[in-house]
């Protein structure tokens, strides 16, 4: 069933959206033009580590084995259209999918690099690993631009992150995950989770068993008082949301996993990237115009577990693809067999590529210069190819593709004009996003 409609902003909200460079009766007529249409939503993959382009979606067959590595390509269901060998199931599906083949950051750091992709603007020096977050690299995540500017049409929170955030070994969290210089009360929701596990809750969205009913109302009620104190209005904000999941059925009933069809759940794959990505379809459902999955580490697998391939690049990939691509393809079959796929775009990305050439260890070091990122959905043109690598996966031919574009192409399925202005910690108005959209793969 498709989610209830959004209340309308309430008069709070509506004064918030025009400090933030929107207005009330733009929203509203955009709201009229498809009165009848679920919300546009978005579903961003992101996979730790960069899993190699040459054994995805950019295999180059004819180069060096040096270049090219030792596992092989199959046909997709696109003509002429190859993926790595370990694809099998995403090769059925390519119908539904647009593969942009030279997107670049020329930032070959996790942490850098990882800033550039999540705020479409570059760090600031490139190269960084382990960087912290803070000036002059406060820009805020696309979660963060998506709470802020959509979060008065939506009980839930508009972004969400989960099961956990992008890290490198010894939990060093990359920046730009957060709302920067938005400020906290625009943070993606962070649902630390292990959703693959047995009976699966929410932390804080319970009753402590301490706290009755009637307990939670007066606490509610206090925090009402409080509101009216001075404060900031990140404090409050907070402070109101908390109270507001904890009391919301549609939140309890979307995180609810244990009201799936079992088969719905195998079909993802009981790893804890697919049911996540079973979790993300059900926010859309819920009403979440955002969610933002993180590949997190699997255990007893290569390279600790992410797509960081070092050493052992076959052996890394081949065990970690077919998680990957049972989640990849049963999210894209599930939506579509939901009627969601239209409205909901699903974005496969990562923080850079992988060196063209196969290294002593047997593995791929970091590379920025190009790599590939995939979209499905939400009027993107299936089957459809947009750039191209050199000859060895090294670096752009044409059809160039940078982060800022990528941001703006994922605005613009969301409806979300790329000239909204945000406001910095100073209160200067910024636009969301200095890219273009990629046209060629829009219908």
Same mark, same amino acid.
């Given at each position: 069933m498709p989610p209830a409609p959004c209340p309308g902003p309430s008069r709070r909200d509506a004064l918030a959206l025009g400090a933030f460079g929107l207005t009330l009766? !733009?929203?509203?007529?955009a709201r009229e033009a498809a009165p009848q249409? !679920?919300?546009k939503a978005c579903i961003v993959l992101f996979?730790?580590?960069?899993?190699?382009q040459q054994e995805t979606w950019d295999p180059k067959p004819d180069s060096p084995v040096e270049a090219r590595g030792d596992l092989g390509v199959i046909r997709s269901a696109t003509p002429g259209l190859l993926l790595g060998e370990t694809m099998v199931k995403t090769s059925r599906h390519t119908e539904k999918i647009a593969v942009l083949r030279a997107v670049s950051t020329n930032d070959s750091s996790h942490s850098s690099s990882g800033y550039y992709m999540t705020t479409g603007y570059p760090h600031a020096p490139v190269g960084v690993e382990n960087a912290k977050p803070g000036a002059p690299n406060d820009w805020p995540s696309l979660g963060g631009?998506? !709470?802020r500017v959509l979060q008065p049409q939506c009980r839930l929170p508009a972004a969400v992150t989960l099961p956990e955030q992008s890290a490198n070994d010894g939990n060093l969290l990359w920046p730009g995950q957060d709302a920067g210089f938005l400020g906290r009360s625009a943070d993606p929701w962070l649902l630390a989770c292990e959703p693959e596990k047995g009976r699966f809750d929410v932390p804080g969205l319970t009753l402590p068993a301490d706290v009755s009913e009637p307990r939670f109302d007066g606490r509610r009620q206090l925090l009402g008082g409080i509101d009216r104190m001075p404060a900031s209005a990140d404090e409050r904000g907070i402070g109101a949301k908390a109270f507001e999941l904890i009391a919301s059925q549609q939140a309890r009933k979307a995180f609810d996993l244990d009201s799936e069809n079992v088969r719905t759940r195998d079909r993802y794959g009981r790893s804890r990237f697919g049911q996540s990505?079973?979790?993300a379809r059900r926010l859309v459902e819920a009403g979440v115009p955002l969610i933002r999955v993180n590949w997190t580490r699997v255990p007893n697998a290569p390279n600790n577990g992410h797509w960081d391939t070092h050493a052992k690049n076959t052996e890394g990939v081949r065990a970690l693809m077919p998680i990957l691509d049972t989640a990849y393809?049963?999210?894209?079959e599930d939506l579509a067999d939901r009627g969601m796929l239209d409205d909901t775009l699903v974005v496969w990305c990562a923080e850079f590529g992988r060196t063209p050439k196969i290294n002593p260890a047997g593995g791929r070091d970091h590379w920025g210069p190009v790599f590939s990122v995939a979209?499905?959905?939400?009027?993107v043109k299936g089957g459809a190819v947009y750039g191209a690598s050199d000859k060895l996966a090294a670096y752009p031919r044409d059809g160039r593709v940078t982060p800022q574009d990528l941001h703006a192409t994922i605005y613009h399925c969301l409806g979300i004009p790329r000239d909204t202005e945000i406001r910095d910690a100073q209160g200067r108005p910024l636009p969301i996003c200095r890219g273009e959209p990629v046209k060629a793969i829009l219908g």
């Open positions: 009766p !733009r929203l509203l007529a249409r !679920r919300p996979l730790l580590g960069a899993p190699p631009v998506v !709470r990505c079973l979790l393809t049963a999210l894209l979209l499905a959905g939400c009027g």
